[in-house]
């Protein structure tokens, strides 16, 4: 008799009507259920209030996060239409929020650009919640209707005469499809920050209900979020420079500014969506670039004739820029739009950004001037580290030949299998080598604090000897020597980095300076999902024959109950203060031990915190201690 699975049947085919396919597969939608797919139910609707404020029909936006856990956003733009569809018989808004795949971004005579040519966001909202309520200024009239799981709980009904226009959305994230329900105002704050600097002139509020507020308004534009983003920073211009031009319907907007800075930071945005993979923009961006830098070098004679062109790596050295275009059918990859790849827009941000920069050089001889010395000595200090990398190629090194001498090696050749502890100093790593399981953990012990490559140049970062330790036993080429250097994920000899310090001061600084050289350098193993910090206990609770540990204040206190009065607490402050079975039971073994995994939830707010935290600026760094300090606990000092 076949199983109940094999038994395929017509009765068994399942035709989910409506939204419901949405609350079925919410991630298929909005990527994650997790805090990310949360927050991304509020930029799907304040996507809709920023295209009608793209298109000129809106200049202000309020989000409020109410007490009840809801969100409202509101907008003065032209509100969705209420009259009757004429296919549907139903009114129109009641078609947006209830369908998916309508809207009016599909008539490029009702939106020119826009971000959301889905036209799934606002009724995948609506699916999501557990209600949502709609108001609308419109014609003279205020109408409203409420929705409860996606489907109409009213009918569309005027309730008052208005001389305003707009819309206002509240909804209620269905506790039982999201992890959290809680809007975090930080994350929020940041894209709405954002997005008021892409649209200059544009108000937008973020309030909690009787509580914080803060308004956004940007006159500068983006030519301010520049400035914004190199505070701290010594700019090598007084001012960004600022590029609006437009081609076959193609609107380029962009700022730029150089800075003595060693890291570039280019942000690029498509119809207000951020564009954290790049694309056919960013590909034009960096074309004329590289092409502009070198024809001025050249004309000035600043780069001889013999000499080789500057690399692209050289020419957005400490680069700061700010890209936005608007695209009338923007072609992204998937809902999630990280990457734009309409091809013809390549050579329209090349045509316009290589006439702007002309013009810019021509008209700024001295700040071109500076900026080309920049640029030449970034080149300098790329050819000695080339060098340096090729040699140690040539020696075997970085092709596996020849392994670092302190390296402690796993038996094993699997990577998937194998993992390598980077160890805080000798006397750890000399514990972690006789506690580890040989078959497949290595151990890497460094010697001192690693070089902090915020502040450094590629040639001194491969001139370290602790750094190219970690980059030879991972037997993965880095990025940033070369424009086409990509990262050799499938080169890496072991799945798993695990970061293994002390719990003090000196130990969060070392796994901070460990964790800047991986974002900045080796990426694709954060991507991968192969990094990951240790958890070593906090404290041993031994009464007689009894022993366990703590790894946080409330196991402490949860042990000692159970173990009543009488009981001795030792506090670990160091590894080196565990024996080599200790370290094992409690650090090392699989099947006991805790590891946190490294994530990149935003890549663009990373950026700033490694930049706020390594960086240059004092400043900037004492206020985000003094920010977060609340939030960490046994912090030895």
């Keep these: 008799m076949p199983s109940k699975s094999d038994d395929y049947k017509a009765d068994q085919i399942q035709v989910l009507e409506g939204l419901e396919a949405v609350r079925k597969r919410p991630a298929m939608y909005i990527?994650?259920?997790g805090e990310a797919g949360l927050h991304h139910l509020v930029y799907e609707v304040v996507d809709n209030s920023i295209d009608e404020a793209m298109n000129g029909h809106c200049d202000?936006?309020?989000?409020?996060?109410?007490?009840?856990?809801?969100c409202s956003v509101k907008d003065n733009?032209?509100?969705?239409?209420?009259?009757n569809h004429p296919i549907h018989k139903v009114p129109a808004v009641e078609i947006v929020m209830t369908k998916l795949h309508a809207g009016g971004k599909f008539d490029s005579d009702t939106y020119k650009v826009s971000g959301g040519l889905h036209g799934v966001g606002v009724s995948v909202v609506n699916a999501l919640s557990l209600w949502t309520k709609v108001e609308i200024h419109r014609g003279g009239g205020i109408y409203t209707q409420s929705y409860k799981k996606g489907k109409p709980d009213s009918k569309l009904k005027k309730i008052g005469d208005s001389d305003e226009h707009g819309t206002t959305v509240r909804f209620l994230p269905d506790k039982g499809i999201f992890e959290t329900t809680e809007f975090d105002y930080q994350i929020l704050r940041n894209r709405l920050r954002e997005l008021a600097y892409l649209n200059a002139g544009i108000r937008i509020t973020l309030s909690e209900e009787d509580g914080k507020s803060q308004k956004f308004y940007y006159k500068g534009g983006i030519s301010q979020y520049v400035t914004f983003l190199n505070r701290g920073k010594t700019a090598l211009m007084s001012e960004p420079l600022y590029v609006n031009g437009e081609k076959d319907q193609v609107q380029v907007e962009a700022a730029l500014q150089w800075t003595t800075a060693f890291r570039e930071n280019i942000h690029t945005f498509t119809n207000n969506i951020a564009t954290r993979e790049g694309g056919t923009h960013l590909s034009g961006l960096r074309t004329a670039l590289t092409r502009s830098l070198n024809n001025i070098a050249r004309k000035r004679n600043q780069l001889k004739e013999?000499?080789?062109?500057?690399d692209g790596n050289d020419v957005r050295e400490g680069l700061t820029v700010v890209l936005s275009i608007k695209v009338p059918e923007p072609q992204f990859e998937g809902q999630t739009k990280t990457k734009l790849g309409n091809s013809e827009v390549k050579g329209i941000v090349d045509t316009v950004m290589t006439e702007s920069l002309s013009n810019f050089f021509a008209e700024n001889p001295s700040d071109s001037q500076i900026i080309i010395s920049k640029c030449i000595q970034a080149f300098q200090a790329r050819e000695a580290a080339k060098k340096a990398r090729d040699l140690t190629r040539r020696k075997g090194i970085l092709e596996g030949g020849g392994l670092p001498g302190k390296l402690a090696d796993c038996q094993s050749k699997d990577p998937a299998v194998s993992e390598i502890f980077i160890v805080e100093g000798d006397s750890a790593g000399g514990t972690a080598k006789q506690g580890r399981d040989r078959a497949t953990q290595a151990i890497l012990p460094l010697r001192g604090k690693i070089l902090n490559v915020e502040k450094s140049r590629i040639d001194k970062i491969l001139g370290n000897t602790e750094v190219m330790a970690l980059i030879t036993a991972m037997g993965c080429n880095i990025t940033g020597v070369e424009e086409e250097?990509?990262?050799e994920l499938e080169n890496a000899r072991y799945h798993k980095l695990v970061i293994m310090t002390d719990a003090d001061?000196?130990?969060a600084h070392i796994r901070t300076l460990l964790l800047t050289f991986l974002y900045r350098h080796m990426e694709g193993l954060i991507h991968?999902?192969?990094?990951?910090?240790?958890?070593?206990?906090?404290?041993?609770?031994?009464?007689?024959?009894?022993m366990d540990y703590a790894y946080d204040e409330s196991q402490l206190k949860k042990i000692k109950s159970k173990f009543g009065s009488g009981c001795a607490v030792q506090r670990y402050k160091g590894l080196g203060e565990m024996n080599a079975l200790q370290l094992w039971e409690t650090t090392m073994d699989p099947n006991r031990r805790t590891l946190l995994q490294v994530t990149i939830e935003d890549a663009a707010e990373a950026n700033e915190v490694f930049q706020d935290l390594m960086g240059d600026d004092v400043q900037k760094r004492r206020e985000f201690i003094e920010a977060n300090a609340t939030a960490v606990a046994n912090l030895d000092i």
């Design 31 to 33: 990527g994650t259920t």
């Design 60 to 70: 202000i936006i309020e989000i409020v996060l109410h007490s009840d856990g809801s």
């Design 77 to 83: 733009g032209r509100g969705i239409p209420v009259d």
């Design 306 to 310: 013999k000499d080789p062109p500057l």
């Design 485 to 487: 250097d990509e990262f």
């Design 505 to 507: 001061v000196d130990g």
């Design 528 to 546: 991968a999902g192969y990094v990951y910090i240790a958890q070593p206990p906090l404290y041993k609770i031994t009464k007689g024959k009894k």
